[in-house]
């Protein structure tokens, strides 16, 4: 090689050089952020917790990950069965062994109350940040009003609360109530509450509730019934709601009894539309279950197919086409991985003090609604509830739904503080209890 060629060769690979070093870097990968998925596995509550966080974690890490400050790391998530529903000990151990032998970083779930007050303690216990997504009573809450410091690693994601649920029903019942009068003259409904035997009607304060409001409304409660959770006749409550001439019956079951509640409502033709929380006609097999006896039965529920947000219907649908049901409120995990995901990219860090910081100051539009946590000082019932789901028009709302056509409609909120949810369509009353109120007056 010549002289010059020598210097040629010198001087393009010292360019080359010099160009690979103004390349600039990937972000430097690190370790998976691990997110335990607490819940009742064996349990469509538990199914939904994780499928709603499977969906969120695959497109993050389909997008890149989490920054956390200069770096890019994935979502790993870890299924977290708690056996909650039969074992408020094997919740507990669950969360432990979560946090100290599966080295969790965050927490998303949860369903039973009892169980989540024990699993509650293990967080506070190791500093651990827990987006709770399916309990819905405030007792969380309020312990974090009454020791923030110790309780302050606990929010919840979802559902808003047991209150607020109450809240939701009590104005889907004031909208049954006005077209009641609209369509058939009723100036003041009689309203039968069924609620069934289940400690959680008792710990929500259903029935209390109910007896404070209901009158407020210029509507009547005629009685009371508690049916068992797996009772498969209630002819003889319908029988007895059908002599009291009630207008309305709030039902309120997790259990199997709502699908032969809702078969005998139509069979029978009770004349009373029918309303409340009712667990079974949140899944998208209850027209099937009650053999094709589901139209007009209405229900709180977490979500519908309108437009919440901007993100409601695209994580409907995906959900929908993914798992082959709709979601329910535990599937709320799907918000609560995103709300990590925001806390961690602002915070830059995985440390909790940061992040609960950016937790207590987020605004985020999610799949089941916009959130914002309560602050510190605010006050329900007499009570402090920091780190609680903000509810109100402008909020997370919850909806009434109503099966038509054999479909759940989404048909509250309805004109409710100015708000139509996009896709809502009119609430309808069954067409029998139209012709027994218009022939009997």
């Not at 207008?247 to 409502?265: C, E, K, M, S, T």
């Not at 009373?272 to 006896?293: L, N, Q, R, V, Y």
């Amino acid at each position: 090689m010549t002289r010059n060629n020598l210097a040629s060769t010198i001087i393009l690979f010292l360019i080359l050089f010099t160009m690979v070093g103004c390349v600039p870097a990937e972000p430097a990968r690190e370790p998976p952020i691990r997110i335990g998925v607490i819940g009742p596995m064996e349990s469509i509550h538990g199914q939904h917790h994780w499928y709603g966080a499977t969906m969120a974690a695959d497109e993050i890490n389909k997008d890149g990950g989490i920054r956390v400050g200069k770096a890019r790391r994935e979502i790993e998530l870890l299924k977290i069965d708690s056996n909650e529903l039969k074992s408020v000990q094997d919740a507990r151990t669950a969360m432990e062994r979560a946090i100290t032998v599966e080295q969790v970083d965050f927490v998303v779930g949860g369903f039973e109350i009892m169980a989540a007050l024990e699993m509650q303690d293990v967080i506070a216990d190791h500093e651990t940040i827990w987006l709770g997504c399916g309990v819905a009573v405030s007792d969380m809450c309020r312990r974090v009003g009454r020791d923030y410091e110790r309780y302050k690693y606990w929010f919840r994601a979802g559902p808003v609360n047991s209150w607020n649920i109450g809240q939701t029903n009590i104005a889907i019942l004031e909208m049954i109530r006005d077209t009641l009068r609209e369509e058939l003259g009723v100036e003041r409904p009689r309203v039968a509450i069924l609620a069934e035997d289940a400690p959680w009607v008792d710990q929500f304060g259903l029935l209390e509730f109910y007896h404070a409001f209901v009158p407020d409304l210029n509507m009547e409660i005629v009685g009371v019934w508690r049916p068992a959770p797996d009772a498969t006749d209630l002819t003889t409550e319908l029988g007895e709601v059908i002599d009291s001439k009630a207008h309305i019956i709030l039902f309120n079951a997790q259990g199997p009894v709502g699908v032969d509640y809702a078969r005998q409502w139509v069979e029978l033709e009770v004349p009373a539309a029918s309303t409340g929380i009712h667990f079974e006609a949140m899944k998208s097999d209850f027209f099937e279950a009650t053999g094709g006896k589901a139209d007009y039965i209405t229900c709180w529920h977490a979500i519908a197919r309108v437009e919440m947000t901007r993100k409601t219907i695209p994580f409907y649908d995906a959900f929908v086409e993914q798992f082959g049901e709709q979601p329910l409120f535990t599937a709320t995990t799907y918000d609560g991985v995103f709300l990590l995901k925001e806390a961690i990219e602002k915070a830059g860090t995985l440390d909790a003090k940061p992040i609960i910081a950016e937790l207590e100051d987020i605004d985020y539009a999610g799949a089941f609604g916009r959130i914002r946590f309560t602050p510190r000082g605010f006050l329900q019932m007499g009570d402090e509830i920091p780190h609680d789901l903000t509810w109100g028009p402008d909020y997370a709302t919850s909806v009434g739904v109503q099966w038509q056509d054999g479909e759940p409609r989404c048909v509250w909120p309805w004109e409710w503080n100015g708000l139509t949810y996009e896709n809502s369509v009119r609430y309808e009353l069954p067409p029998w209890v139209i012709d027994y109120w218009r022939d009997t007056g």
